[in-house]
């Protein structure tokens, strides 16, 4: 049976159910023939999609997305998406949306509980906390990153705080959620990450990196710090005295149908730019977000090098540093 045509499935993202797939004349073995030649799907129990369009969906957002579809086809309570799933509507980012569960929150439920792949928390929303957001129900940004902050601990709370304020919303709305949630577990965690967020940080892994350097206890951190030199100018991630930390990628290299061996010449021009000016550099990379202990000891090394060398004064730089507003 081919899906892409059929009417409920057009309207599900793709999507029809077991209940559905009877109702159109398939009787129990013919659905899981299909199941079994590989011709569906099965994105969760008792729902399907067409394999091919299965295969067209990248791991990140399309699959993840087309879970909570699913997972809303079989939902019979009312609810609203919360935590990971909300934070992956809202586009802020998840520490790893291929394996997270589907959350949803509802009111007048007591705890917590995971039936079947999605995760349902009982908790109080107000109705400023509860929206629409690419037509889905969802909780509100400012709640999503304080949850995220709450269950995931403040690294990705940070994460999930930084997007928040980039995205628009004020720190004092953050604030507000979580005082609200003073009793709550993970609240401390979330308080930290909310006074720590910044908006200028631009991506998931410099959040978690600018979270590895708060853990060297060498102050706040900047982020994009600006250095101009005549007509160029290079946006350094974070910094600490004259210390650089660079959060680095792979998806940085080889994308756009440019050349990986173009972006590494263009990466390489850059360091030598930013040392230029008597500063050390680190790269952080998505494997030292995961060996933190490691991480940190190889970065104290290299900072306390960059010391040795250069001291911590930027003043001597002053003709040349640029600053964007930090709107947090």
């Not at 077991?18 to 109702?23: E, I």
């Not at 999930?160 to 005082?179: F, H, I, M, Q, Y």
């Not at 706040?220 to 959060?247: K, S």
């Not at 933190?292 to 001291?311: D, H, I, K, N, S």
Request: aromatic share 6%.
């Amino acid at each position: 049976m081919d899906l892409t045509s059929y009417l409920p499935a057009v309207h599900q993202h793709g999507l029809i159910t077991w209940r559905q797939a009877l109702a159109a004349g398939l009787d129990p073995d013919a659905i899981r023939r299909l199941v079994v030649t590989g011709e569906w799907e099965r994105v969760r129990r008792g729902v399907y999609v067409q394999r091919s369009t299965w295969e067209e969906l990248d791991d990140f957002r399309g699959r993840p997305l087309t879970r909570i579809h699913a997972a809303r086809l079989v939902l019979e309570v009312g609810h609203h998406l919360s935590h990971d799933s909300a934070a992956l509507v809202h586009r802020i980012g998840t520490p790893d949306p291929r394996t997270a569960l589907v959350h949803v929150t509802r009111d007048h439920v007591r705890g917590s509980r995971i039936d079947a792949g999605i995760k349902h928390h009982g908790a109080v929303t107000t109705a400023s906390q509860r929206t629409q957001a690419d037509g889905l129900p969802v909780l509100s940004l400012a709640r999503t990153a304080v949850d995220m902050a709450r269950e995931h601990g403040p690294a990705h709370g940070l994460a999930a705080c930084d997007a928040a304020l980039r995205n628009g919303v004020s720190r004092a709305e953050l604030v507000k959620v979580a005082t609200a949630m003073h009793h709550w577990r993970g609240i401390r965690g979330a308080r930290v990450a909310i006074e720590r967020a910044d908006p200028l940080a631009e991506s998931y892994l410099e959040s978690l990196g600018r979270w590895l350097v708060w853990q060297l206890g060498l102050g706040r951190p900047e982020c994009q710090f600006g250095l101009r030199d005549g007509d160029r100018t290079v946006w350094c991630d974070i910094r600490v005295g004259r210390h650089i930390f660079e959060p680095d990628g792979l998806l940085k290299y080889g994308i756009d149908g440019k050349p990986a061996r173009e972006d590494l010449w263009r990466e390489k021009t850059r360091q030598d730019f930013i040392t230029g000016f008597k500063l050390g550099v680190s790269r952080i990379t998505d494997h030292d977000t995961r060996n933190p202990e490691a991480a940190l000891r190889r970065f104290a090394r290299e900072y306390a090098t960059t010391v040795a060398r250069y001291g911590t004064d930027i003043s001597d730089l002053a003709p040349y540093v640029v600053r964007r507003r930090n709107a947090g």
